[in-house]
């Protein structure tokens, strides 16, 4: 079952190129992933939500659908609610999006995320915590091509693919003076719009995908 769990935490290597890695440079510490690879439930949700959010820009292309047989989703399940239009059980998990209108939307073709073979990790936690960390940082930016940034990559290129679930939030600021300069430090989030789903059901579902 642990492959699927390193599949999803390489997202976070594919994420974090160019992340400003300290609180100091624009970031924001990481929070704890609630990683739990021997929760079958949870690993079937996180393959679920993995295809139906991650899949629709980024290729797992040395991934076949059928190795999520290995988790315990069955053949019949993967063809029933995890393939789109022609693709086969048997095939290898290719992104939804045209590499061209993928360029011209976001500046760069989505990394496939089986290529970025180990995750980032250092002094702010694993890769996973960096990956929940930044699934639950997005707020709406006008100023970004996108209309989205995000706290723990501060100018990702990517919009929230998750925000329909999440809602709307906004970051909280205090200001404090550091070497006699005036300094922004983060303390939360205000709640702007509710998603589909409570706060906690959220964090659950993004610590499944991680």
């Known amino acids: 079952m642990a ?3 390193r599949l999803l935490v390489g997202c976070a290597a594919a994420l974090s190129l160019g992340m400003a890695a300290h609180a100091s440079t624009g970031g924001i510490a990481w929070d704890k992933a609630p990683v739990n690879t021997t929760n ?3 690993l079937q949700n996180g393959a679920k939500l993995f295809v139906n959010y991650c899949l629709n820009c980024h290729s797992a292309a040395f991934m076949r659908y059928n190795r999520l047989t290995d988790i315990g989703i069955t053949e019949a399940q993967i063809k029933d609610n995890l393939l789109f239009s022609t693709q086969k059980v048997g095939d290898t998990m290719k992104s939804a999006i045209d590499p061209h209108q993928a360029k011209a939307w976001f500046g760069a073709n989505p990394p496939d995320l089986t290529v970025i ?4 990790s250092g002094h702010g936690g694993t890769g996973a915590d960096y990956l929940y960390t930044f699934l639950r940082s997005f707020y709406r930016d006008p100023n970004r091509p996108t209309g989205w940034n995000n706290l723990a990559f501060p100018n990702v290129g990517m919009p929230n693919p998750l925000w329909q679930l999440q809602g709307e939030q906004k970051p909280q600021f205090d200001t404090q003076e550091e070497h006699g300069q005036e300094v922004h430090v983060f ?3 205000e709640q702007v719009s509710p998603g589909t789903m409570t706060q906690l059901q959220f964090d659950q579902n993004v610590g ?3």
């Open 40 to 42: 079958t439930a949870s």
């Open 208 to 210: 499944d995908l991680v």
């Open 117 to 120: 073979a180990r995750s980032r």
């Open 187 to 189: 303390k939360g989030w």
């Open 3 to 5: 492959f699927w769990k």
